[in-house]
């Protein structure tokens, strides 16, 4: 769904509403604050009015739309966007695209990246696991900036995300507090089904999971062993790659409180990158 088709579709304020009610209650509308199916519709207020709470209410109430003040086709104009930006679209960018404030732009984004969170199945068959930093390198910091100790994976100047991806398949990825083991291999347990093979480097915090009934097979990124047959870990690499290229190039500093965000965002388009209407299921997202 490109601009053009979101301006075809969706011409005016009403077939917005009108869809995102196709949507979200398909066959009967359902009162969001008791459930009942007893309910008068305000056709010209765009309305309805629930007969057994006595209350009224429209289609965005309990959504990420809920209270906005902004047009539903410039809502609809931002997931397009969103969706269709490979590494992201900043804040600055898409207030200029939609013509709103930065702080109204900022809000549309984050509102958008919560709809986009995903409780995705258990991961199986081949798994690559491997974990980031997110943050400044120290390299490129002047002298007085640098952190002591910073280097590799300390964690003092930057925020650690693991991830998780099958091969050919989904991602599942986070921000977490540490890379130990105890916390590493507990999201696995978590995310990947018992069997799978999984695949790492040599970090130690992976020692110990055929104990937890898995395959693992290891490459040595210290000695600059990064293939052995068909053990890597260079598809998961490829995901952060992309995810820094986002941060670094879009939005230029994330703060650690809203990391998990743009987490999601990178993992919801990498996951529905082969969905022909990955736009519809955003809008369903959005409202259930």
């Given at each position: 769904m490109n601009i053009i088709q979101i301006y075809k579709r969706f011409p005016a304020q009403k077939d917005c509403l009108a869809h995102l009610e196709a949507v979200r209650w398909k066959e009967s509308i359902v009162c969001p604050y008791c459930?009942?199916?007893?309910?008068?519709?305000?056709?010209?207020e765009h309305r309805h009015h629930c007969n057994a709470c006595n209350t009224s209410f429209g289609v965005t109430v309990h959504t990420i739309f809920h209270k906005t003040k902004l047009d539903l086709q410039k809502w609809f104009l931002a997931i397009s966007l969103v969706l269709n930006a490979k590494k992201?679209?900043?804040?600055?960018?898409?207030?200029?695209?939609?013509?709103?404030n930065k702080n109204t732009a900022w809000f549309v984004l984050m509102r958008i990246r919560k709809?986009?969170?995903?409780?995705?199945?258990?991961?199986?068959?081949i798994v690559e696991a491997y974990e980031t930093y997110v943050?400044?390198?120290?390299?490129?910091?002047?002298?007085?900036?640098k952190t002591k100790g910073g280097q590799g994976r300390s964690?003092?100047?930057?925020?650690?995300?693991?991830g998780l991806v099958k091969r050919g398949g989904?991602?599942?990825?986070?921000?977490?507090?540490?890379?130990?083991?105890?916390?590493?291999?507990?999201?696995?347990?978590?995310n990947v089904k018992k069997g799978s093979h999984i695949m790492t480097d040599e970090w130690g915090a992976y020692f110990g999971l055929e104990k937890r009934d898995y395959q693992h097979t290891t490459v040595n990124h210290g000695t600059g062993q990064y293939v052995i047959g068909d053990a890597h870990t260079n598809t998961i690499e490829s995901f952060w790659a992309l995810?820094?290229?986002?941060?670094?190039?879009?939005?230029?500093?994330?703060?650690?409180?809203?990391?998990?965000?743009?987490?999601?965002?990178?993992?919801?388009?990498h996951n529905n990158r082969g969905n022909d209407d990955i736009f519809a299921l955003c809008i369903e997202k959005s409202v259930t």
């Open positions: 459930s009942s199916k007893r309910i008068t519709s305000m056709v010209k992201g679209v900043s804040a600055r960018q898409l207030a200029r695209d939609i013509e709103v709809a986009m969170r995903e409780d995705g199945d258990l991961l199986e068959g943050g400044g390198k120290n390299r490129n910091k002047h002298n007085d900036k964690t003092k100047d930057k925020t650690p995300v693991f989904k991602v599942h990825a986070q921000k977490v507090s540490r890379v130990s083991a105890s916390t590493l291999q507990y999201l696995i347990r978590q995810l820094k290229r986002g941060i670094m190039g879009q939005y230029h500093h994330v703060s650690a409180k809203y990391l998990d965000r743009y987490v999601d965002e990178f993992c919801f388009r």
